[in-house]
């Protein structure tokens, strides 16, 4: 049996823990329960525990404290983050830690409890097994070897001959902007803090790629190259110099990544809610942690989802936001969601209306740039945003900053320039087409009156 310490400030928390999740159907048993890392600590000496699942903000001994504490003294113990919204920013401090996976107190009632549990188990049996596997013969000398995964940030054009340490003779080119350099013996014969200081700050992400048994050997398929930069994207924070991770994580993750958007995501998303209610933003983060989409996938929804508020030139905030619309990690781009949040916020304030007639009004933008070609007409866009036509006339110039059909055609114009600079070798009428016009002569003349020159002069 898996014996268990569970650890909560909140003692409805612990109970509810204790007496609802299927321990037995696991193999796992509650041992013991403590309401601070200090309690806990002392459980630990006095009793023997396989699992420990700790929340991480208590009071006397945080649960990062506690996690240090155990990780040292009992290093066999595996170890589990308790989290809700208000704290789930620290997850992936708790990952770094040795926490080898995590419970969204919040979802509980949403997600399996029997998939939670499953994954532990998994996680614990498969390291488990790694941990005890036979050592080598005596006298046979363990060889560990060591990589670093070094990416470009935010589109910089960092030039790999400039690291003193990436020799040629064991440096990889992975990808635009992305090297892999190998180095031989123990991670401890060098500091790599030390290397990775000797980088221009801000130029280069790091990836550190620990237990790896012969570089010579190592095939990095295009499957750990995308988990290597998954990690990457969602574990890097700008306090840090690099992120860990060791080739079993790594084979690991590449057996369980989920890359594609789910539907369940793009629910919470669509939604919008997500921009004036805290609530709803937290839990749209932390379903995007939860889920870590290809880091591509996501940003590329994203920046698609969102580009009809790129058209509304009556907030300049919203202009130099999207000016800085590259992302390498997702704490770039959680940041410029977070703009995005307080340009509409402070919108909203002096909108005068109620907070789902603004959201309304935001998700019908969203809806005319995604349905660009099918021209979406005004009664339409209302009723699926829930506002009636009279009313939505008035409240879409007061927040948008023009009527209705100024706003369709000037933004149509704004794309139509960009497509025809982008694809210099289409037609004018696929054009006129990809912006919502149907007839060519029609295009033609919308567009010179907006701009003062005909599309083909204007490409």
């Given at each position: 049996m898996i014996?268990?310490?569970i650890v909560d400030d909140e003692h409805l928390v612990r109970k509810g823990l204790i007496y609802s999740f299927p321990w037995k159907q696991f193999e796992m048993e509650i041992v013991g329960e403590a309401d601070n890392g200090e309690t806990a600590l002392e459980l630990l000496a006095k009793h023997p525990v396989d699992?420990?699942?700790?929340d991480l903000t208590m009071?006397?001994?945080?649960?990062?404290?506690?996690?240090q504490q155990v990780r040292s003294a009992f290093p066999h113990i595996f170890i589990v983050v308790l989290t809700c919204h208000s704290d789930f920013d620290y997850i992936q401090e708790a990952l770094r830690l040795g926490a080898i996976d995590y419970v969204l107190k919040t979802q509980l009632e949403k997600e399996s409890i029997e998939d939670v549990l499953g994954r532990i188990s998994r996680r614990m049996k498969h390291d488990g097994e790694i941990r005890s596997a036979k050592p080598p013969k005596t006298g046979t000398a363990v060889h560990e070897e060591w990589g670093v995964l070094l990416c470009g940030s935010n589109g910089a054009s960092g030039s790999i001959e400039a690291v003193p340490w990436a020799h040629p003779s064991r440096t990889m080119k992975t990808g635009f902007n992305s090297w892999f350099i190998s180095f031989a013996g123990g991670q401890e014969d060098t500091d790599i803090r030390t290397l990775l200081k000797q980088?221009?700050?801000g130029q280069?992400?790091?990836?550190?790629?620990?237990?790896?048994?012969t570089v010579k050997n190592l095939h990095l398929s295009e499957t750990k190259l995308r988990e290597m930069n998954r990690r990457l994207f969602y574990e890097w924070h700008p306090e840090q110099l690099y992120v860990k991770l060791s080739m079993n994580e790594l084979k690991t993750g590449c057996s369980g990544a989920e890359l594609k958007i789910t539907d369940d995501w793009v629910k919470v998303w669509n939604r919008l809610a997500w921009i004036m209610d805290e609530g709803e933003w937290n839990r749209l983060e932390e379903l995007t942690l939860h889920k870590r989409f290809a880091p591509a996938e996501l940003t590329s929804f994203i920046l698609e989802s969102l580009e009809g508020w790129r058209y509304v030139e009556a907030y300049l905030e919203l202009k130099e936001a999207w000016s800085k619309a590259d992302f390498s990690t997702w704490f770039d781009l959680r940041q410029w969601l977070e703009e995005l949040r307080r340009i509409w916020k402070r919108a909203f304030g002096q909108a005068g209306c109620s907070r789902e007639i603004f959201t309304g009004v935001?998700?019908?933008?969203?809806?005319?740039r995604a349905e660009l070609t099918s021209g979406a007409n005004q009664t339409d866009v209302a009723g699926r945003v829930n506002i009636s036509r009279g009313y939505f006339s008035g409240v879409f110039k007061d927040i948008i900053g023009k009527v209705f059909n100024e706003f369709v055609r000037d933004m149509r114009v704004s794309i139509a320039q960009k497509l025809l600079k982008e694809h210099p070798d289409k037609p004018i009428y696929w054009i006129a087409e990809q912006t919502g016009f149907q007839d060519e002569s029609y295009f033609s003349r919308v567009f010179r009156e907006s701009t003062g020159q005909l599309p083909s002069d204007y490409r």
């Open positions: 014996r268990i310490l699992l420990l699942m700790t009071p006397v001994m945080s649960g990062f404290e506690l996690m980088l221009p700050r280069w992400l790091a990836l550190l790629i620990t237990g790896i048994d935001l998700r019908s933008v969203l809806i005319l």
